[in-house]
Each structure stands twice: as structure tokens, then as C-alpha cells.
């Protein structure tokens, strides 16, 4: 049955609006030059190593089409991943949501003997909030991406899905090193290459200890069982090899049913994400291995939420994300406000159609009620989308769903209702018409910049023309009659 993804437990949903955070982030000016320069510099590149693609639009809806035909059968081809994975002495676990997700990687850690990990880059367990959950159990996990671990110093949020320290520049980071990372040279510069080599020293002692590694899954084949994470250090490498025990956890639409569409991804995903023409590490791995890399290896498929997008026949075109970030690259809403302001961990285009699917809207005061209306409808996100997710038709859906949510009318309602009545006929448009015509005296300059309620729920996130002097209605008449 279609579940949502319970409230409180991770990080799917945040504590305030996004037209309340959006306007604190829009004040940061160091984070709005961070931000600005970051996402130009991959737009960029981007552009350049796509160009060199002859069949880039054939990839594309090869890629679409891969990814419906996955949803359209997802229970089967589950099964069908779950029984490769147990027969290469791989174990799943299935996990209705986060508090069931948490619960299962907490006790096979506690089963290895373990008080410690190390893990390679996984959204879905920054969805579930796993490494707070770990940490409730004594449980210590270590971050092994250099941006996750800049951002888990910090005791910070993510705020990309390929760059989760985005938001933060070299100064910012030597800061924290020196801050919070322990050992470190007193004298570190914020040279990139030290920054590098400081962190590198700390994780090398954390992989040579670590019993247990966690890890994300970018995709994972039905017909073989294999998994298979994309990164671009290095340190994921060392997370999926040299620890005895591995676990997994993986959202359930990252199945694809057979090992040859990985071909198909694996040139989609690293020109849309790092803007490369081939991805640095590509590791894969089909259950367990004797003599060779860890010895038990455990695959937890969550859903949190996921049934509740599948049983969408349109919304669960967001499911066919491949998380390269291309759409939150392009947004001109993201480049000014930052991942932070959307409250979820996926943030950007996508994560405003996905989050408030992931967890249903409870009202208009659900913070993931607003995350559709961060958008200004450009497309930009659906022409950069390497699987042709229609996001700019699904922010729409999602914000006839935040309405439909609403127990009682609100301003915007209201307004939509006295503007349908006013164009009902000639008569009343002409009347409203001259109404508007008093909007003059509230825009001397030419914009106006606040209404009294239920104006203000407009003016409060956006200027408002004042009216002209002459409507159309009188320039025709005075000219034409």
C-alpha cells in the first residue's frame, strides 16, 4: 500500500517555508557569490562536454524510457534484484520507511562488533537521517566524501546533491579544518591541494580501522544482482573493499532491470553531474566475494515514501531521477537561494516535486506545501535533464496538490475566485478594470512594493506593476473609433 515517509525522522522536510528561508539566504551575499560562481563554472563545462555527444537527445529518451519501464514493473523487478543479491551471498532487507531503514543498519552494525563506520556519499541515508540515528545507538559514522565530510565538520546540511559543500568557499573550509578536524597542521593554508592532503590523512586512519562500511547505490542491476556507486575521489573505492562488513542503502527506484542499461546511464550521468566525459571511479559489486573485498554484505531497499510517488501515474516521473544535479545547476531560483532554504535534502527543481511527494502535504502550513512555488516555470530544468523528467509539468501537479490540501480557503484562493468572477463578463471586466486603475497611487515608481492583506500575499515575495494610465480597452477606443 502507498506510504509516506513518517514526519520527524531525517531530513525530508524542514521547519519553515521556503519564502521565509529563501529571504534570510538572499541577505548572504558571501553565499550568493559562492553559489553564483560554483553553478556557472559546471553549467559550463556541462555545455561543452554535452555538445561533443552527436546522439545526446537519443541517450536521453533512452534513458527515459528505461526508467518508465522500470516503474511500470517495479515490484517484479525488486523481487527479481532480490534474488540475484541473495544467490552472490548477499543478504536484503527491506525497509518500509527511515525509523525501520535506521533500526536495520544500527543492528547489523551492533552485529559486526562495531562502534564505527565509514561511508561513501549516499543521499538516501541523509533522507533518513541515518547518521544521527547511529549516533543515538553510540554508533560514530564517518563521512568519506571530502564535501559530506566539510559539511558533517560543520554540523552543517548539504545543500547540493553533487557538491554538498557548495555553499562554502577555501577560506570557509580551512577554517573548519583547523577547526574541527583533529591533528591537523595549525600552519594549513587554504590551498586546495592541502585541504586535500589534510583530509586525506585523516580518512586514510579511518579506512585502515573501520570494520564496517555504509554505502549509497547509484544504480543496481535486476538480472545480475550488481551494484554500482559513481564518485569521483577515490575514498568510495576504498569504503566498498576494505571493510569486513558492508551495508547498503538503497531508495528502491534505483533498480534498472539489466546490467547493459548501465551503459546507457554511465554516459549520462557523469556529463550532467561533473560535466566529465567518463566517471573517475566506477565501482560494482554483486553480493559477496570469498578471499576478496568485505565478506558479508547486506542491501537494505527502502521505500519511505516512494510507493506513495509510484501510485502517481504522472508524479512518479520524479522517481526517474538519476541525482546528477543538472536541473539545480541551470535553476535561477537555486543559484540565489541555496539548497538550505528548501528544507529537504534534495533540494533544487527536483526536490520540490519530490519531497512533498515523499511526504505528503499535510496543509498550508507544511513547510513542503511552498517547495512547488520555488520556481519561476522556465523549463531550464527540463531541457538540462538527462532523463527528460518533465518537472515544470509536475510543479504544477504539486501545487494543485498543495491547494487541494488546504481545509479552508486561503488568500490565494480568494483572489483566483474575485478574478474569475470579475471575467465572467464584459461589464464586471470593465468595472475591475477601473478598480485596478487606483493601483497608480500605490506604485509612484512604478512598481508596487506592498498590498494589504490578501494583497500582501502577493507583494510579500514579488513587486507588482503599477497599472498604465490607459488600459487597452481605452488606447482602442481612443484610436480606433
Request: hydrophobic fraction near 40%.
Amino acid at each position: 500500500m502507498p506510504t509516506t515517509a513518517p514526519d520527524g525522522v531525517g531530513f525530508l522536510r524542514g521547519t519553515e517555508s521556503f519564502p521565509v528561508a529563501a529571504h534570510r539566504a538572499l541577505a548572504d551575499t558571501q553565499l550568493r557569490r559562492n553559489l553564483g560562481h560554483a553553478t556557472r563554472t559546471i553549467r559550463a563545462k556541462r555545455a561543452g562536454v554535452v555538445a561533443e555527444v552527436p546522439d545526446w537527445e537519443e541517450l536521453r529518451r533512452a534513458g527515459e524510457a528505461i526508467k518508465a519501464d522500470t516503474m511500470a514493473r517495479l515490484p517484479e523487478l525488486l523481487e527479481q534484484l532480490e534474488e540475484a543479491v541473495t544467490a552472490r551471498g548477499g543478504v536484503v532487507h527491506w525497509a518500509r520507511d527511515a525509523t525501520e531503514a535506521n533500526a536495520v543498519v544500527a543492528s547489523l552494525v551492533r552485529g559486526a562488533g562495531a562502534d564505527e563506520v565509514v561511508k561513501v556519499k549516499s543521499i538516501a541515508t541523509q533522507e533518513i537521517g541515518l547518521n544521527e540515528a547511529l549516533a543515538a545507538q553510540g554508533i560514530t559514522a564517518t563521512e568519506t566524501d571530502l564535501a559530506e565530510l566539510i559539511v558533517q565538520l560543520s554540523d552543517d546540511r548539504p545543500s547540493h546533491f553533487l557538491v554538498p559543500a557548495i555553499h562554502r568557499n577555501r577560506s570557509e573550509i580551512r577554517d573548519i579544518f583547523l577547526r574541527a578536524l583533529p591533528g591537523v597542521d595549525p600552519d594549513l593554508t587554504d590551498e586546495p591541494r592541502r585541504l586535500a592532503m589534510a583530509a586525506r590523512a585523516h580518512l586514510r586512519r579511518k579506512f585502515l580501522s573501520a570494520r564496517v562500511g555504509i554505502s549509497g547505490a547509484n544504480f543496481a542491476a535486476a538480472d545480475t544482482g550488481t551494484i554500482s556507486v559513481v564518485e569521483s575521489e577515490g575514498n568510495g573505492r576504498m569504503c566498498l573493499t576494505l571493510p569486513d562488513t558492508l551495508i547498503t542503502v538503497m531508495g528502491v527506484e534505483k533498480v534498472v532491470p539489466r546490467w547493459s542499461d548501465m551503459e546507457v546511464f554511465l554516459q549520462l550521468l557523469p556529463r550532467s553531474s561533473t560535466a566529465e566525459r567518463m566517471n573517475p571511479y566506477t565501482s560494482t559489486w554483486s553480493g559477496v566475494t570469498p578471499g576478496d573485498g568485505p565478506q558479508a554484505f547486506h542491501l537494505v531497499l527502502l521505500d519511505n515514501g516512494r510507493s506513495n510517488v509510484l501510485a502517481s501515474p504522472d508524479g512518479r516521473a520524479a522517481l526517474h531521477c538519476i541525482r546528477c544535479s543538472a536541473c539545480v545547476n541551470v535553476c535561477p531560483v537555486y543559484e540565489r537561494a541555496g539548497g538550505h532554504a528548501y528544507g529537504s535534502v534534495y533540494p533544487g527543481p527536483i526536490g520540490a516535486v519530490l519531497s512533498p511527494q515523499l511526504t505528503g502535504i499535510s496543509g498550508p502550513d507544511d513547510p513542503n506545501a511552498s517547495l512547488p512555488y520555488a520556481s519561476s516555470l522556465c523549463g531550464a530544468c527540463f531541457d538540462a535533464c538527462p532523463v527528460r523528467i518533465d518537472i515544470p509539468n509536475l510543479l504544477v501537479q504539486q501545487r494543485a496538490a498543495s491547494i487541494a490540501s488546504h481545509r479552508t480557503p486561503t488568500a490565494q484562493d480568494v483572489a483566483m475566485r474575485t478574478v474569475a468572477a470579475a471575467m465572467v463578463s464584459p461589464a464586471r471586466f470593465r468595472a475591475a478594470e477601473r478598480v485596478l486603475g487606483l493601483g497608480r497611487f500605490a506604485g509612484r515608481s512604478g512598481r508596487i512594493r506592498f498590498l494589504p492583506y490578501p494583497g500582501s500575499q502577493w507583494t510579500s515575495a514579488r513587486d507588482l506593476p503599477a497599472p498604465p494610465a490607459e488600459t487597452f480597452r481605452q488606447w482602442w477606443k481612443r484610436t480606433r473609433s
